[in-house]
């Protein structure tokens, strides 16, 4: 038997607001939240799009130098992660006596400064603020997180679809069983930019666009909720979509025992949508499907699923709970979680 | 690779080999160009054509010849059509290490490194949306085509590679993060075979920014480790291996490169572009990846440093060089092939990796170019000029923005394990 790996803490910061309440409280109730416009003017014309944003009422952001001119996709993370570590673990990691490894996954990253930096390139190179560049790349949310709770140990960024954080779960799994780190962070962050928005119209007008972060806080131990099952991702490479999740569910091998929650990926766009559907057809028992209430979060997606199905799990509704979904254009998913007594 | 919670424990680490290697980058296409050129202490800049740099300070780099045609055999000119730059960096690169590795793709993760991706395509989008927002042809396709997981999805397939995807973005750290990954994965017995590799391709942003920061030399001309250096130059390519457990690359019957006998990797959380002046975290890197290895800094024959030619950078790594070696530093031979190639940011860490595996395969020690004065921080040996010598263990470090540093160590086969 391996050693057990457990989820202990959670942090999510989404357009319900900031923290992991605010998001169950708008699960629970079943209620979308307002979305509001994001708009600019190109010569005599308005193009206005729909978004939905992280409320600027009850920001958590940690209070940390470095977090001062960084754009949003960063502050989220950080109060996300700061969520899920909380304030003991964090103690202990000052102190040197945990080492924590920091794992972010992003579909869309940094675009707010790369949108703004790339304008001022193009406009005259020799005024680029050299200050916004580095905030660009799409690993620095992640070593802000690390100097942010004073961490040397590993840091990585993996850029996926939205089912990359369990990918960023799989490798937090690595290295705890390796024995690099005694726990890990592992957050998804993405922030809200008329170009990325723009961007995913082209996909569907029905998409809302949504910003956000999600964490969890992984260990080695016997906790509330255990990890039980992390199949292989099913590569897009060599299967179609339908196949994948097909795959990804036969993996899993979960039953549908009136007792298990089944999170999916459904937006509510029925194209995209189609695989999550076609594979989990027969499922009977409960099902949410976050995202259609939340947004298309890109990156974030199957973070805040994930968060969600911790919490199921920790309200003692379910026994056991999947988080399953099916990207765009990389791979199909899935997590078993448990409860345990 | 999955994980259950009622699977058996993992056995014990396994040796793990290189069976495959493949390289393009401004040097020239493939093993042999490269070795040819880094043998012959080659310099390979050029005047920036794919973009407009005339508003810049610098207009040189290590710019790749790449052809706007598919290349002969292995891919269709629609799928070659639909690669961004860096990608198809990356499926050259990729495809001759799965032919140098005698493979023709199959079930293996796939994990590659990157930092500006597909960018390019991103950049095209960007100008269009200003230039023209209503006007929605194309547009699609560039958002789409943008997403590095896309890209990478694309070149699995071309490759016939089917397993896992992952991707790594670490800033300069990345190619060898993704190496790293890989080593781990076949050596826990989470894959037998792994293809990984590091890619990016020169684009505007990025070179705008780093010009910005005034990292780049105004001369064009990088002089890692020089008193006077003044900054670095960008490059573009890619560096692939294929990553694999001894026990399986002798049972194919596969030639064996060579092994891969550590690698560690750290958070450097100074600032988010400098290193610690004293190299603290670089120090870590060295120790953690020799530590593993079973190896002390006096078996190691050659480090492919970082050496990006800025004057922090160099500094920090010479003093974590300094720290790590103790009284052999003079013996502790050392260059940076930035100095020829330029900085390949994202791809830099693979293609030093490929690079370090050519010089320990022909036996020798590829230069730091254009040195006149050594800084006072080189007290190891500078290796300004190529030379012969026996390469039984080397070292390469990576160390990226954000504070991404990695470290591998490589050997030939059976010297340590």
């Known amino acids: ?341 | 690779m999955a994980y259950f919670s009622d699977a058996p424990p993992p056995s014990r680490p396994r040796s793990v080999v290189v069976s495959g290697l493949g390289i393009l980058s401004p040097m020239g296409y493939g093993a042999e160009e490269n070795t040819i050129g880094f043998r012959a202490g080659r310099m390979a800049f050029s005047p920036v054509t794919i973009f407009d740099v005339s508003r810049q300070r610098v207009a040189t780099a290590g710019q790749v010849d790449l052809p706007d045609a598919a290349p002969d055999g292995g891919i269709s000119g629609k799928a070659w059509s639909r690669m961004d730059r860096g990608t198809r960096l990356a499926w050259i690169a990729a495809r001759e290490a799965l032919a140098d590795a005698g493979l023709s793709g199959g079930e293996m993760p796939l994990v590659v490194g990157t930092s500006a991706a597909a960018m390019p395509v991103g950049e095209e989008y960007f100008k269009q949306a200003l230039a023209s927002p209503v006007r929605r042809a194309a547009q699609l396709r560039r958002v789409e085509l943008y997403q590095a997981q896309r890209q990478m999805t694309d070149m699995a397939r071309q490759l016939g590679v089917t397993g896992p995807l992952r991707i790594v973005s670490n800033a300069c750290a990345s190619g060898a993060n993704a190496i790293g990954q890989a080593f781990h994965l076949v050596r826990s017995g989470r894959a037998d075979r792994v293809l990984a590799g590091g890619y990016d391709a020169l684009c505007q942003l990025v070179f705008s920014g780093f010009d910005a920061l005034q990292a780049l030399s105004p001369s064009g001309i990088p002089r890692p480790f020089d008193a006077a250096r003044d900054g670095l130059a960008l490059g573009e390519g890619a560096g692939f291996v294929v990553v694999e457990s001894a026990g399986s690359a002798k049972a194919r019957g596969a030639r064996v490169i060579a092994e891969i006998l550590g690698y560690g990797a750290a958070t450097d959380v100074h600032h988010l572009t400098q290193p610690h002046p004293m190299g603290d975290t670089a120090l870590v890197t060295m120790q953690a990846a020799c530590s593993m290895a079973g190896i002390s800094p006096g078996q190691i024959d050659y480090i492919n440093s970082h050496g990006t030619g800025t004057p922090l950078n160099d500094i920090a790594e010479g003093n974590a060089i300094q720290r790590w070696a103790g009284d052999l530093v003079e013996k502790i031979r050392v260059s940076s092939t930035k100095s020829a190639i330029g900085h390949l940011l994202g791809g830099a860490g693979a293609v030093e990796s490929v690079i370090c595996l050519l010089a320990m395969e022909g036996q020798f020690l590829p230069a730091s170019l254009n040195v006149r004065e050594a800084d006072a921080v080189c007290t190891f040996d500078l290796v300004k000029t190529p030379r012969e010598a026996t390469l039984r263990r080397v070292l390469t470090n990576s160390f990226g923005f954000g504070g991404a540093n990695a470290t591998l160590v490589f050997g030939k086969e059976g010297e340590i394990s």
């Open chain 1, 1 to 341: 038997m391996r050693t057990p790996l457990s989820i202990t803490g959670c942090g999510a910061v989404s357009p319900a607001g900031w923290g992991v309440a605010a998001m169950m409280r708008l699960l629970e109730a079943g209620e979308k939240p307002v979305p509001s416009f994001l708009e600019r003017a190109v010569g005599d014309e308005i193009i206005r799009t729909p978004v939905l944003r992280v409320p600027a009422e009850g920001a958590t952001t940690p209070k940390f130098a470095r977090l001062r001119r960084t754009s949003p996709i960063s502050k989220f993370a950080a109060a996300a992660a700061m969520e899920a570590l909380g304030e003991n673990r964090l103690a202990e990691v000052a102190a040197g006596n945990l080492r924590v490894g920091v794992i972010c996954t992003l579909t869309n990253g940094c675009v707010n400064y790369s949108n703004r930096f790339f304008a001022e390139a193009l406009a005259d190179p020799s005024l680029a603020s050299p200050i916004l560049f580095p905030e660009t790349v799409f690993n620095a949310p992640s070593s802000h997180l690390s100097a942010l709770i004073g961490s040397v140990s590993p840091n990585d960024t993996l850029i996926s679809d939205s089912t990359g954080f369990l990918s960023g779960i799989d490798l937090a799994v690595e290295w705890i069983v390796r024995g690099d780190v005694d726990g890990c962070l592992v957050v998804a962050s993405e922030e809200i930019d008329w170009l990325s928005s723009e961007g995913l119209l082209h996909y569907s007008r029905n998409y809302l666009p949504a910003e956000g972060g999600a964490a969890v806080y992984l260990e080695a131990s016997c906790g509330p909720v255990e990890l039980l099952r992390l199949p292989d991702p099913v590569s897009l490479a060599g299967a179609g979509r339908e196949q994948a999740a097909c795959e990804i569910r036969r993996r899993l091998g979960a039953d549908d025992d009136g007792k298990t929650l089944l999170v999916d990926g459904r937006a509510g766009i029925p194209r995209y949508d189609r695989p999550d559907a076609v594979a989990w057809e027969d499922w009977q028992g409960p099902r949410w499907s976050p995202r259609m209430l939340l947004g298309e979060g890109m990156g974030i997606s199957a973070a805040l699923q994930t968060v969600a199905a911790v919490s199921a799990l920790e309200s003692g509704l379910f026994q056991n709970a999947i988080v399953a979904a099916t990207g765009a254009n990389q791979q199909s998913a899935g997590m078993l979680l448990g409860k345990n007594p």
